[in-house]
C-alpha cells in the first residue's frame, strides 16, 4: 500500500484516485472546488461516469479513499502526487497552463516531506521542466523532490475500464530511481511500462491524440469521397480494418470528433509547432476537416427539408460522445447554433446530459423522453450515438414526426431497414448521397 495525492477531481483525477484507492492504496483526492469536495464527501459525484459512483462508494467505506480541500492534510505522509488539473485552450490555442502552475505553486508550499510530483495532466513539451523550476523556487525550504511525466490515456464513458487495463503506461523522467517508483505503482494494471525522458513523454500524449484525430478525421473525408462514388464508408471502414497495420478502431465516420481533449490537443500541438517554426499542415487540415463535418451536418438536412426556416428538429443525443454528460466542445453546440441561425427551432433529448447541455443552449426545448421529442418534429437528426437510440421504436417514432425525415450523422441505423418504414433516411457515406 502506498500514499498518493491526486490533485484535481475532474474526470480524469477522480477516477485516477478511486482507482488506485481500489487497488489498494490510501488516496487523497483534493481540490478547490469547496462545493466538489463536500458534495463527494456525502457520495454525490460530480460528473457521470458509468461505474464511478458505486467505485468511489465502496473505497470511501473502505477508508482507502479521502476527500480534501486541503494541501496540507492532502499531501501529508504522501509518497506520490498526480496532478491532474485542466488544461484548457489559451486565447491563441495554446495550453493555458495557470491550473497546473497553482497547484505546482500548492505543492511546494505544502509539502513537508520528499515527494515525487507525477503530471497527468495533458501539459505542452517542456512544462515538466517548468513544474520542476516553479517548486525549486516556490518551496520555503529545500525539500527534495522529482518530477515524473505520467500522461493518462482513458476515454470518458469507459474511464474506469481504460484506466485498470491501459494499452500502456508512458512514465517520462531522467530521474531514473523515481521513474522506477512510478513504475512499481502502475505494476498492478500489468500493461508494458514505457520509460522515457520528460519531453518525450508529454509528446506521446499529444502525438496518441492527434493521430486518433487524425484516424477519424481520414474516415470522415473518405465519407465524403464514398457518398460521391456510391460506396458505403462502413463497409470500407471495416474491411480496412482487418489489415493489423490500419486496425478497426477509431474508424467510425459521422459528425467529426469533439470533447474536451482532441479539440484542444490538436489546437496546441499545433500551436507548439508553429511556436519552433514547423509548418503543421497536416494537423491544420485534419482540424479543418473535423469543424468542416458539424456545418455539413445543418446544410445537408437544409437540402433534405427544402430550407430550414420555421422547420421544428429534434437532436437525439446532445453530449460530444455517449456515455459521458460532457459539452465541451460537442458537435451538438455548432448544430443548434446553424439550425438556428437558419430559422428552425431546435429540440434536445440527452440521457444524461441535458442539465450540462441546458445553460449552454437555452433556445433550445428540452425534453425528457425521446418520443415525445419526435411528436410534431420536421426531422431528427442523431447527434451522439447513446446505445437507447439503437434500440428506438422507429416506427412509432415515424407516426409521431410531422415529416419523417431522419438524418443519422452517426451511422448508427441500417439504411434499408430505415427506409423500408417509410423515412427519408440519410447517413455519413453509406452511398450515393449518403446512403
Ligand atoms: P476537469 O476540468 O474535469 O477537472 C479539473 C479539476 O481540477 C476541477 O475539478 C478543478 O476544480 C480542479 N482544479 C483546478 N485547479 C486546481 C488547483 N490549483 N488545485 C486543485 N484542484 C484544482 O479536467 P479533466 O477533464 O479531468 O482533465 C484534466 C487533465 O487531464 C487535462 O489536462 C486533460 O487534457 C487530461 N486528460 C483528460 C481526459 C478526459 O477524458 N477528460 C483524458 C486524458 C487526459
Ligand atoms: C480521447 C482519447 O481517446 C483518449 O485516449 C484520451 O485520453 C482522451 O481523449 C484525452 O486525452 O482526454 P475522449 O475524448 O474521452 O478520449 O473520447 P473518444 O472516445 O476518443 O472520442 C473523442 C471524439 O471522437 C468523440 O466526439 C467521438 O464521438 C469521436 N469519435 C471517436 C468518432 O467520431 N469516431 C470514432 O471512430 C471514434
Not at 337 to 347: C, D, K, T, Y
Not at 355 to 364: F, H
Not at 393 to 400: F, G, S, V, W
Not at 409 to 423: D, H, K, T
Amino acid at each position: 500500500m502506498k500514499q498518493i495525492c491526486v490533485i484535481g477531481v475532474g474526470y480524469v483525477g477522480l477516477v485516477t484516485a478511486a482507482c488506485f484507492a481500489d487497488l489498494g492504496n490510501r488516496v487523497y483526492a483534493l481540490d478547490i472546488d469547496e462545493k466538489r469536495i463536500a458534495k463527494l464527501k456525502q457520495g454525490i459525484m460530480p460528473i457521470y461516469e458509468p461505474g464511478l459512483k458505486e467505485l468511489v462508494e465502496r473505497n470511501m467505506r473502505a477508508g482507502r479513499l479521502f476527500f480534501t480541500t486541503s494541501y496540507a492534510e492532502g499531501l501529508a505522509g504522501t509518497e506520490f502526487v498526480f496532478i491532474a488539473v485542466g488544461t484548457p485552450s489559451g486565447a491563441n490555442g495554446e495550453a493555458d497552463l495557470r491550473y497546473v502552475e497553482a497547484a505546482a505553486k500548492a505543492i511546494a508550499q505544502n509539502m513537508t516531506a520528499p515527494l515525487i510530483i507525477i503530471n497527468k495532466s495533458t501539459v505542452p513539451i517542456g512544462t515538466g521542466d517548468l513544474v520542476a523550476e516553479m517548486v525549486k523556487q516556490a518551496q520555503p525550504r529545500p525539500i527534495p523532490f522529482s518530477v515524473v511525466s505520467c500522461p493518462e490515456f482513458l476515454r470518458e464513458g469507459s474511464a474506469i475500464s481504460d484506466f485498470m487495463n491501459p494499452y500502456r503506461t508512458v512514465i517520462g523522467s531522467l530521474d531514473r530511481e523515481a521513474a522506477e517508483k512510478v513504475a512499481q505503482l502502475h505494476l498492478p494494471l500489468r500493461a508494458p511500462i514505457v520509460i522515457t525522458d520528460l519531453r518525450t513523454a508529454e509528446m506521446i500524449k499529444y502525438a496518441s491524440n492527434a493521430f486518433l484525430a487524425t484516424k477519424i478525421s481520414f474516415i470522415n473525408e473518405i465519407a465524403d469521397i464514398c457518398e460521391a462514388l456510391g460506396a458505403d464508408v462502413k463497409e470500407v471502414a471495416a474491411g480496412m480494418g482487418y489489415d493489423k497495420r490500419i486496425g478497426p478502431y477509431f474508424l467510425d465516420a459521422g459528425i467529426g470528433w469533439g470533447g474536451s481533449c482532441f479539440p484542444k490537443d490538436v489546437l496546441a500541438l499545433i500551436y507548439m509547432a508553429e511556436q519552433n517554426h514547423v509548418q503543421p499542415h497536416l494537423l491544420r487540415a485534419v482540424t479543418k476537416v473535423n469543424y468542416d463535418r458539424r456545418h455539413a451536418v445543418v446544410e445537408r438536412l437544409a437540402e433534405m427539408l427544402g430550407g430550414l426556416q420555421g422547420k421544428v428538429i429534434g437532436l437525439l443525443g446532445l453530449a460530444f460522445k455517449e456515455n459521458t454528460d460532457d459539452m465541451r466542445d460537442a458537435p451538438s453546440l455548432t448544430v443548434v447554433q446553424g439550425l438556428l441561425e437558419r430559422g428552425a427551432r431546435v429540440r434536445g433529448y440527452d440521457p444524461v446530459a441535458q442539465e450540462t447541455a441546458r445553460p449552454l443552449m437555452p433556445q433550445v426545448e428540452m425534453f425528457d423522453d425521446p418520443y415525445q421529442m419526435a411528436e410534431g418534429c420536421d426531422a431528427l437528426i442523431v447527434v451522439t450515438p447513446w446505445n437507447e437510440f439503437k434500440h428506438l421504436d422507429l416506427a412509432r417514432i415515424k407516426q409521431l414526426l410531422k415529416t419523417p425525415v431522419l438524418f443519422d450523422a452517426r451511422n448508427i441505423y441500417n439504411p434499408q431497414e430505415v427506409r423500408s418504414l417509410g423515412f427519408k433516411y440519410r447517413a455519413i457515406g453509406r452511398g450515393f448521397n449518403g446512403g
